[in-house]
């Protein structure tokens, strides 16, 4: 297996749960195959960064100048991980990934994007439409409609920005140490709201702390809750990082 290297801490919740599905995963893997006790998991290097700083380092969508603080952020994590003999890397949060553009080319070795990973399972699961649901950065930004649409899905319309903020306060209010009840229900509404109950249409719990919401699904990339079908991106961009470590 190739070693693993994961941004982790934005925010810390995901990063547990990325951790302890890529080693389930690799277990699940080695004893379909008949392989004895004890089973093997894939060496993994974490670089957990503090969120509270990243965040203050946020752009403006639009504006490439202003990300880059953050840029030089992230990439100094990935050249770590690479001195860590890390053959392939991974950032266990969605919001990072619109700056995947500009810090990829610098970087040496692959960078598995949850961006990709989702918009497969999105187009696999039968999907014509997608709703997108994240933190300001994720909502805003045209890095997932452009994924979705390599693959044939179609973004639905960007919603308002109240919306937009809305969405960004429930994360960080309800889900950032795990899913309250009062979050789950909200997020609910939301999905209802904006129109993601159309049979031909999936919602992207893209903040990989929505998919906290489902913990019956924390490894189903598409699954059925509540009358609504929901691409869980954490778990979408984990079988693509174990396929990449096993191939």
């Not at 953050?70 to 990439?75: K, N, T, V």
């Not at 080319?105 to 994007?113: A, N």
């Not at 045209?142 to 109240?162: F, N, S």
Request: with cysteine.
């Amino acid at each position: 297996m190739k070693k693993i290297g994961l941004l982790g801490g934005m925010a810390w919740p995901s990063t547990i749960d990325y951790y302890r599905a890529i080693c389930t995963g690799a277990n699940a893997h080695f004893r379909e195959r008949g392989h004895g006790l004890p089973l093997p998991v894939p060496r993994i290097t974490i670089d957990s960064i503090n969120i509270a700083e990243t965040r203050a380092l946020r752009g403006c969508e639009g504006d490439e100048a202003s990300w880059a603080a953050f840029d030089a952020m992230l990439r100094g994590v990935f050249m770590r991980l690479k001195v860590a003999d890390c053959e392939i890397a991974a950032m266990a949060s969605n919001t990072p990934h619109a700056r995947l553009h500009a810090i990829r080319d610098d970087v040496d070795i692959p960078i598995i994007s949850i961006l990709d990973e989702t918009a497969k399972a999105a187009a696999n699961a039968g999907a014509a439409r997608a709703l997108v649901l994240g933190t300001s950065v994720t909502m805003q930004g045209g890095h997932y409609p452009a994924a979705l649409a390599a693959q044939g899905v179609e973004a639905l319309p960007r919603p308002g920005e109240a919306e937009i903020e809305g969405m960004q306060r429930l994360i960080d209010t309800d889900f950032h140490e795990g899913a309250t009840e009062m979050g789950c229900r909200v997020l609910l509404d939301t999905c209802a709201r904006l129109g993601g109950g159309a049979s031909d249409t999936v919602v992207l719990l893209a903040c990989t702390e929505l998919p906290l919401a489902f913990a019956d699904h924390a490894d189903d990339p598409v699954f059925e809750a509540e009358g609504f079908k929901f691409v869980n991106t954490a778990a979408a961009h984990v079988r693509g990082i174990l396929a990449a470590s096993l191939a």
